[in-house]
């Protein structure tokens, strides 16, 4: 629970929560996105791990959220105080009018947000006109009282508690960018109730003055602004019969996705993203297959990829949590050999306490917590995805973290199933 000091919309103050021992920090996906910048940031993993036992301990005071900046006092293990700060830039006030104007055109991101969700696409949208609500590496800058030039015990703690306030409250993050949420609510719903101006008429241009003009005509006007939305592809319920083999409803289905695939295309290219290469025909058809298509569609896609309908889903889930980097951690089981497997090692060794390391049994690519339901697997890229096992399979608990510790523990294992 919160308590306000002052204006909301300029401080808010979270008591300092219970210990989180045998749980994750961050269970939503921008929770997972903090800590992700987090741990992409520090360049002392010891100072995280450390971190991260100071948090669980629940040694992270009362945490104080102002537009730019985190504040709490972090207690050490022998009980010295330190007052730890994070920043993290604020959007400037012409980055919010963009963020407003953007929002209130799609009452779906105000409801989300009513909601204390922060959907995917809300943070697409945001990030196409230029703004990125998540911080990314480099974004938290750390300040502690203890000195340190990274990232410390301290700032870490902190950042890690502050992923759990923002699984239950995303407007602490706008608040963090510089908007509380009764000012944020205030202009959205002022804005949505503004009355609009009528677009002025075109001034036209006579036909035989622009011929004698000639090459004093002035310039074409800039092109159109892109959609918002991508196109909807004609419909193809005619009275024809289709001829033998075509299914008109899944030809509706790629139409349609292939659409949006050309306007997530083209706005990552104005956006100067580079998108993934060309699928594979089976990743490719999960792909389609996150998009929830109509039962009948879903089945050819099933069939056409090789998987079972039971298998499809698991891809499916695996796909929203990170693309083809989390279907191949769910699906290739690779060896883990030489220098890749000593630093996986490494990594493993110093991720917990030698009191508090879990028995790992190692196959491939894949470590099984001995006696739980949980399990991380090393993706090529060095990030631990973590796996719960419910009834006989193992199914994909969440995004990627740098630490395996983190990734278990947000499987949430219990005893094994």
Known sequence: MNRYDGDENTERTFAALPPARGRGFAQTWWGRAW???????????AQLKAGRRLARAGSVGAVSVR?????????????????????????SDEQWDRFLDMTVERAGHVAALLDRDMPPHLVEDAAATGIELLPGMGDLEPECDCEAWDHCAHTAALCYQVARLLDQDPFVLLLMRGRGERALLDDLQARSTAPTEAAPEPEGVDAAEAFAAGDILPLLPDLPELPEEPGVPPSLDTETPPPPGVDPSALEYLAARTAAEAHHLLVNALRGVADHPDLPLAQDAVRLAAAAPAPAVLERLADGSGRGREQLALAVRAWELGGPAALSALEDEWAVEGETLARARAVLEAAWDEDERPSLRAKGNRWTAVGTSGQVRLGRDGRWWPYRKERGRWVPAGGPSQDPATALASAEPGPER
């Open 67 to 91: 537009p730019g900046r985190i504040t709490a006092v972090v207690q050490d293990r022998d009980r010295t105080q330190h007052r730890a700060d994070v920043l993290l830039e604020e959007l």
């Open 35 to 45: 800590l992700k910048a987090l741990e992409d940031t520090a360049l002392d993993s």
